[in-house]
T-cell receptor, first 110, second 115 residues
Framework: GIQVEQSPPDLILQEGANSTLRCNFS?????LQWFHQNPWGQLINLFY???GTKQNGRLSATTVATERYSLLYISSSQTTDSGVYFC????????????FGSGTKLNVKP | DAGVIQSPRHEVTEMGQEVTLRCKPI?????LFWYRQTMMRGLELLIY????????DSGMPEDRFSAKMPNASFSTLKIQPSEPRDSAVYFC?????????????FGSGTQLSVL
């Protein structure tokens, strides 16, 4: 199946810093989403972004489908941004099956 | 909308017992997914349904696992008999396709501990 690789695996930031998380995938996709799993385990959908750029407050995401990667930007990080960020993709050859990366664990220190 | 609703939030049982996890998807969503999350294996897709019909159950670990979706607003995941290695967080998720913004929404999960 499709390979989804996220980097870095772990990230420690001081509150107020900016960061970029990366998701690489090995095949063409028709769906890509970013999720945040908070320290209580809840998975929150951040972006549906199969291509292009979107922004939501301090978060923005860009997907370059032709080059098979997506980036999640976090600006002016806050302690509430801590948790694990997952990228999930749906390959063209399996229209409905989501494949998740292993995540980036973010710890924002006050 | 209340979102995807799962029950119970926590389940502790003994090896060999039957476990039933429940899920109510978001109204109007036509896809329902069951995932399992462990530290070792991350998020694994177990099975998914489209319009109440199971489409892909290739992720179901073995015959001890079964899932049903009798109607558009309810699904169950059953483990019988349960084993300690089944201990994990089980998530249900739903989505709707063909309307542009095809986000996947997760429930709060069921933390299963099999002793």
């Amino acid at each position: 199946g499709i390979q989804v690789e996220q980097s870095p695996p772990d990230l420690i930031l001081q509150e107020g810093a900016n960061s970029t998380l990366r998701c690489n995938f090995s095949d063409s996709v028709n769906n890509l989403q970013w999720f945040h799993q908070n320290p209580w385990g809840q998975l929150i959908n951040l972006f549906y972004i199969p291509s292009g750029t979107k922004q939501n407050g301090r978060l923005s995401a860009t997907t370059v489908a032709t080059e098979r990667y997506s980036l999640l930007y976090i600006s002016s990080s806050q302690t509430t941004d801590s948790g694990v960020y997952f990228c999930a993709v749906v390959p063209l050859y399996n229209f409905n099956k989501f494949y998740f990366g292993s995540g980036t664990k973010l710890n924002v220190k006050p | 909308d209340a979102g995807v609703i799962q029950s119970p939030r926590h389940e502790v049982t003994e090896m060999g017992q039957e476990v039933t996890l429940r899920c109510k998807p978001i109204s109007g969503h036509d896809y329902l997914f069951w995932y399992r999350q462990t530290m070792m294996r991350g998020l694994e897709l177990l099975i998914y349904f489209n319009n109440n019909v199971p489409i892909d159950d290739s992720g179901m670990p073995e015959d001890r696992f079964s899932a049903k979706m009798p109607n558009a607003s309810f699904s169950t995941l059953k483990i019988q008999p349960s084993e300690p290695r089944d201990s994990a967080v089980y998530f249900c998720a739903s989505s709707v396709r063909g309307r542009g913004d095809e986000k996947l929404f997760f429930g709060s999960g069921t933390q299963l501990s099999v002793l």
